[in-house]
């Protein structure tokens, strides 16, 4: 009689632990709008302002000029007049950095408009080859210098 008493005396301090780390552990969870919130951004990315490029989707022959946002080794966002850009579209994108020329593959990963015939799109450069990420790195990063002066 007195060991089931005891057994259970036990198991209702195990129980009643378990219970307090589980409430620890929620208190420490940030909550879920933060959570869904989470910054995306794999690289360093830089703000430009006034820098235009063309970009082309690989399903037609027309150019559109863009605004370049901000731009980083994994991708850029551009601002456009039109929203003819479509989600998961595959786009040629050309533009000038120190007087370098980049030509890049991307694909639309998201779309935002922010005002009447404005849209900003999110776009993540895809088939990047190491040298050309190299010298995008290096370019940003001296203009990053330069902003920095």
């Avoid at 399903?59 to 989600?87: F, N, V, W």
């Avoid at 694909?107 to 993540?124: E, F, H, L, P, S």
Wanted: hydrophobic share 40%.
């Amino acid at each position: 009689m007195y060991i089931l008493l005891a057994l259970s005396f036990v198991l209702v301090i195990i129980i009643a632990t378990m219970l307090v780390m589980m409430l620890r552990n929620n208190r420490k969870r940030k909550p879920q709008a933060q959570e869904n919130s989470i910054d995306r951004r794999q690289a360093y990315r830089l703000y430009i302002n006034n820098k235009m490029c063309n970009v082309q989707p690989l399903y037609s022959s027309s150019r559109e000029a863009a605004l370049i946002c901000d731009i980083s080794t994994t991708g850029i966002r551009i601002e456009t007049k039109s929203d003819s850009l479509t989600l998961k579209s595959l786009l040629l994108i050309y533009f000038t950095l120190e007087e370098e020329t980049f030509l890049l593959e991307g694909m639309v990963k998201r779309k935002q408009t922010v005002a009447i015939n404005r849209d900003q799109y999110g776009i993540k450069f895809i088939f990047i080859n190491p040298a050309m990420e190299e010298n995008l790195q290096k370019k940003l990063t001296s203009l990053t210098r330069k902003i920095a002066q």
